[in-house]
């Protein structure tokens, strides 16, 4: 029993080092438009929420009421609407989910709440004078007052109403009718790397788990605990 104990021990050890050894997320977006963006884009707006570090540059970014002004913006552009159409339809955006799957997220965030820095981080973060004062000044902002002027503007209502027509809009409405869109998606499916290191550990090859042999004795051992399923009682004869 301690032979298995230390063999899925050792398996959770692996899973989450193969993780580390994972590449890095993207750039952190520099501008409230690169924030923007990201976080409407299916494909990738859950990176803000994988890691506890990039969570405070999110919340951070978030503090800013230049970016609700460009989520803002951007939601007046029915382009914006089709990039997160054709997102959704993006194997991509699945992957971008999945990688929650990877228990070194969870190991993070519990070391992170654990960690009275994060906590400190965030909470001068809300604590911020300025923070208040920029949000206080956003109404008399040059690019408030440009969405304001984006109401009266007719050329806009018309983008939204030739949107129907636009190439762009055909494409994404025809995205469903495509065979290979169905066929990416079941790629992404059985892709390992999709799943993190549970993926990882499917692919390597057998008789090892991360680069630690796994003694064939010990799985027929776990086999033999397994009860075996009791024989249905006969049925009694009726009197």
């Known amino acids: 029993m301690n032979r298995l104990s230390i063999l899925f021990a050792a398996l959770i050890v692996s899973g989450i080092a193969q993780a580390a050894d994972a590449p890095a997320a993207s750039a952190t977006p520099a501008t409230p438009q690169a924030w923007a963006g990201k976080m409407l884009d299916p494909t990738q707006n859950a990176a803000a929420f994988r890691d506890p570090a990039a969570f405070q540059q999110w919340t951070n970014a978030m503090m800013n009421p230049a970016t609700s002004m460009a989520m803002m913006q951007a939601g007046m552009d029915p382009n ?9 339809m993006n194997p991509a955006a699945m992957q971008n989910y999945m990688q929650f799957t ?35 000044q956003a109404p008399l902002s040059p690019q408030m007052m440009n ?6 503007n007719p050329g806009m209502y018309g983008n939204w109403m030739t949107a129907p027509m636009n190439p762009a809009a055909m494409n994404t409405m025809m995205a469903p009718m495509n065979p290979n869109m169905y066929g990416n998606w079941m790629g992404a499916g059985m892709n390992p790397n999709t799943y993190g290191p549970w993926g990882q550990m ?38």
């Open 80 to 88: 914006t609407t089709l990039r997160m159409l054709s997102g959704m």
């Open 102 to 136: 990877d228990p070194s997220i969870a190991m993070k965030w519990m070391g992170a709440g654990m960690d009275p820095r994060f906590a400190t981080a965030l909470l001068s973060q809300g604590l911020n004078p300025n923070a208040y004062l920029n949000m206080m």
């Open 147 to 152: 969405m304001g002027a984006q109401m009266l």
């Open 202 to 239: 499917m692919t390597m090859p057998t008789g090892q788990m991360g680069g630690i042999p796994i003694d064939p004795a010990v799985l027929m051992k776990l086999m033999q605990m397994m009860p075996a399923p009791a024989a249905p009682a006969a049925a009694q004869p009726a009197k």
